[in-house]
């Protein structure tokens, strides 16, 4: 009975195997797309990046005429969605959403993807991170709560992602930038950015280091404030909160990031056609409306300076989690 | 007040509004039914969807939807032993126990009745009360949180009928599986075994079905003879739901405070609702000894406080943007994209939208009245099936449940041991839902017992000395003591009755 199944799984696979041998040629000859896309989220539904991934499909099986179809392989932290998009055929009918834990999660010896592993295409949004305390709390601007950080270390607790998080680096890059060590502010880990501001309105913590737009309804319902963002420039939606250059005169900024990348390997061809079918999605009304509606933050960055920006990230954060003591080597 | 009341109905009574609730609502009560697929998940589908309506309509969506999963995963669970969600894990024993005693009809007819009638007063206690529930959840920092989640693994031993001991070891087995990845604080992968589909370590949903259901199905191809169900017609679903109501007023009151209660304190949902819910019904019960044997106490208070949490924990998502449970925290996604941007200036700036959300929290619960009875009676034929072919069918629906969580086999392998696991324990005599009891309350242990620490330094003395969290330990060493109270009372007593004789 098993022997007789094995067999037959041998054969289909075999035959989906030849099946894909003669469809090949096919699909170089005729105009990409002519079958549906898949588009693969490494993270769950309902979320961000999904939601994220989800217009800009919408948007482009508009122009193109083709289904992209969203598909969450969630799991892992991440790395298993990850690894999808970069073990997939790299004939351009499947690609997914990178987010800024490719530039993480091998420095933590979780796998050895790396943005590399890609064909980049498009990088379409940034949220930097914001520095947010209790809206009652002895902290009104950047420089005093700097000031009180420097003058007694390890006194404040900060929170907003899990240890080893995007926010947990920001915070100890914005540290290492002003000349501390990563325990002057010990990092209290939660499930993400809403827990750590409801934490820090309890009194349970200090400060959050989130984005603006994620402590956002906190900071509207008068139990936080925003001090300052790590970016190069001020958040449009929130003009009142400044850059840490600006106050601080320190030139630190990061942020948490999404992006479109195929499989390594991709035919040039067809990577040029979709980056600049993101352009036109990225220029449309419908995807300004929603990410301004969400809150979230857009940036554009076609192929290479995309690759460039990973590069780039990928050694900053690599300095960040060796200051945490979070990297393997 | 009153025109924005009526602004409010107006806006609900919109041909596209009524629409998108009746259709979510089948669509909940089909999703929430399937063992594997949880009232998150069936919300989580939907978003997509809510791309292209208008904002009201878009809320409605999810609120008729989760509301209906939430009920409709008991039905499941009532006839085969097989929970649709893991917000009926709590009960289901009890509830497959009357359909034993050719009771399913009753037992159906509480979970929907109760289901309903908590909804309901869990909106007024959304109406009347969110600022003021909305400020207890800003008292509730990680040590408060860990007292909650330690009492809530103290049900273990409530639930289950099994000896303490067996109930105690099948929750440590549950933890020990928590453990598993690297969402725990330290962000250290833990029992990987360098394979990368365990670092986002076990979830709630495969471990649910396969304990419940694949192990059930094992239990059904084992046993020559299935156990006899009587073949009869339903009767009517809702007759003594009144007399019920009438007699079980503290279990409902008590069902609906712990639900309100539970519902708004982020990051406890639905589940831990009904867990403490059905334990405390059997700890102040004047009946214990019927709990597990198809006694419809239990199942009232439980009922009514799953769905009771799932309308306060709009609470904090509406005020702050901080999600009560996980099916609000896809709730929150979908308010901002549609402009209605949660804070306190949605209660005044669009009181309107406000109004028009509670009021479509009414309907959907009652409408999940007439609609409830439809699904029973459709479903009920499954008793009248040959046993084959549904076991056959619930094998095929518990795959695909599980691989759509994630479009991931490694579920489905997940979803096998955990049946096999589940086979051996209850084989055994050790409680299957302890073990998901573990599992479930696992992480926010830890989670909440790590950070505490880290935020103390490393002291204790916070446990004790925050106003709210002494409370909670007193409480937790009450309950944890009292047994022993009870033993030396009775030991005394014992020595005390040949002195009399």
């Known amino acids: 009975m098993t022997d007789l199944t094995r067999r037959g799984f041998v054969a289909s696979a075999a035959a989906a195997a030849t099946a894909g041998v003669i469809a090949k040629p096919a699909i170089a000859q005729s105009a990409w797309p002519n079958r549906p896309v898949t588009v693969v989220v490494p993270w769950g539904a309902g979320g961000g990046t999904d939601a994220t991934a989800r217009i800009v499909s919408s948007i482009l099986e508009k122009n193109l005429g083709q289904p992209f179809n969203v598909v969450n392989r969630t799991g892992g932290s991440g790395v298993v969605g990850h690894s999808a998009i970069a073990t997939a055929a790299p004939d351009g009918y499947t690609i997914g959403m990178i987010t800024v834990e490719i530039t993480m999660m091998h420095h933590q010896g979780l796998t050895d993807l790396k943005h590399s592993s890609y064909t980049p295409l498009a990088l379409m949004n940034e949220d930097p991170p914001g520095v947010q305390v209790k809206a009652d709390g002895p902290f009104k601007d950047i420089k005093q709560l700097a000031d009180f950080i420097k003058a007694n270390p390890g006194k404040l607790k900060a929170s907003g992602t899990g240890q080893g998080g995007i926010w947990h680096l920001a915070l100890v890059g914005w540290l290492n930038a002003m000349g501390l060590k990563a325990d002057a502010v010990p990092w209290v880990p939660s499930n993400g950015a809403a827990p750590a501001m409801q934490d820090l309105a309890a009194g349970g913590i200090d400060l959050v280091t989130c984005s603006v737009p994620e402590g956002k309804a906190m900071i509207d319902a008068g139990r936080a404030r925003s001090l300052a963002i790590m970016a190069a420039q001020r958040n449009p939606l929130f003009p009142d909160v400044p850059t840490l250059n600006e106050t601080l005169g320190i030139n630190y900024s990061v942020g948490a990031w999404r992006g479109i990348a195929g499989p390594k390997g991709m035919p040039a061809d067809v990577a040029a056609k979709l980056t600049a079918e993101l352009k036109k999605a990225y220029d449309s009304n419908e995807f300004k409306d929603f990410m301004k509606a969400r809150g979230f933050g857009t940036v554009w960055a076609p192929a290479q300076e995309f690759d460039a920006f990973m590069a780039k990230g990928d050694a900053s954060m690599a300095s960040a989690m060796k200051a945490a003591g979070l990297a393997k080597s | ?501």
Not at chain 2, 47 to 60: L, N
Not at chain 2, 111 to 133: D, E, H, K, N
Not at chain 2, 471 to 483: G, H, I, Q, S
């Open chain 2, 1 to 501: 007040m009153l025109d924005t009341l009526f602004e409010g109905f107006r806006l609900v009574f919109q041909t596209d509004v009524l629409i998108a609730i009746i259709g979510a609502s089948i669509y909940g009560l089909v999703v929430g039914s399937l063992p594997g697929l949880s009232a998150t998940m069936a919300t989580a589908l939907l978003v997509p969807v809510t791309f292209y309506m208008s904002p009201i309509a878009a809320v409605a969506t999810i609120i008729a939807a989760s509301a209906m999963a939430i009920f409709s995963g008991d039905i499941p669970g009532c006839l085969l032993r097989i929970p649709g969600t893991p917000a009926s894990a709590a009960y289901t024993d009890e509830a497959f126990a009357m359909t034993k005693k050719g009771e399913a009809e009753t037992a159906l007819g509480i979970c929907l009745w109760f289901s309903a009638l908590g909804g309901i007063i869990g909106t007024i206690s959304l109406i009347v009360m969110a600022p003021l529930l909305a400020e207890m959840a800003f008292k509730f920092s990680t040590f408060e949180y860990f007292w909650l989640a330690f009492l809530g693994l103290m049900c273990a031993t409530l639930v289950a009928r099994s000896s303490p001991p067996k109930a105690i070891a099948a929750m440590f087995l549950g933890l020990l599986v928590s453990c598993v990845g690297i969402e725990n604080p330290a962000g250290t992968p833990r029992f990987t075994f360098g394979m990368t589909d365990l670092l986002g370590g076990i979830e709630v949903i495969p471990v649910l079905v396969g304990v419940f259901a694949v192990a059930e199905i094992m239990r059904g191809m084992a046993l020559k003879d299935p156990p006899k169900i009587p073949h009869r017609k339903f009767g009517s679903i809702l007759k003594g739901q009144w007399e019920l109501t009438k007699t079980h007023k503290p279990q409902q009151v008590r069902g609906n405070i712990v639900g309100i209660i539970i519902g708004v304190l982020p990051g406890a949902g639905a589940d831990m609702a009904a867990w403490v819910s059905y334990a405390m019904a059997k700890r102040f019960s004047k009946t214990p000894e019927k709990f597990g044997t198809g006694h419809p106490e239990g199942l009232i208070e439980a009922g009514a406080s799953n769905n009771a949490s799932l309308a306060s924990g709009w609470v904090p998502s509406l005020l702050f943007g901080i999600p009560g449970d996980t099916i609000t925290a896809i709730a929150i996604g979908v308010l901002y994209m549609k402009g209605l941007n949660p804070g306190p200036t949605l209660f005044t700036e669009k009181a309107s939208s406000m109004y028009a959300l509670y009021i479509i929290f009414i309907i959907a619960n009652i409408i999940m009245i007439p609609l409830g009875i439809m699904m029973i009676r459709a479903s009920s034929t499954v008793l009248r099936l040959p046993r084959y072919t549904v076991m056959s069918v619930i094998v095929l629906l518990c795959a695909v449940g599980s691989f759509a969580t994630g479009n991931n086999l490694f579920l489905v392998v997940l979803v096998a041991i955990f049946g096999v696991i589940g086979y051996v324990m209850e084989k055994n005599g050790y409680p299957v839902a302890a073990l998901v009891l573990g599992v479930v309350m696992g992480t926010m242990v830890e989670q909440s017992f790590v950070t505490s620490l880290i935020k103390s330094d490393g002291s204790i003395i916070p446990f004790f000395s925050r106003p709210v969290a002494a409370v909670l330990a007193a409480m937790t060493f009450a309950a944890l003591l009292w047994p022993a109270v009870v033993w030396l009372m009775k030991k005394r007593r014992a020595a005390l009755e040949p002195a009399a004789r």
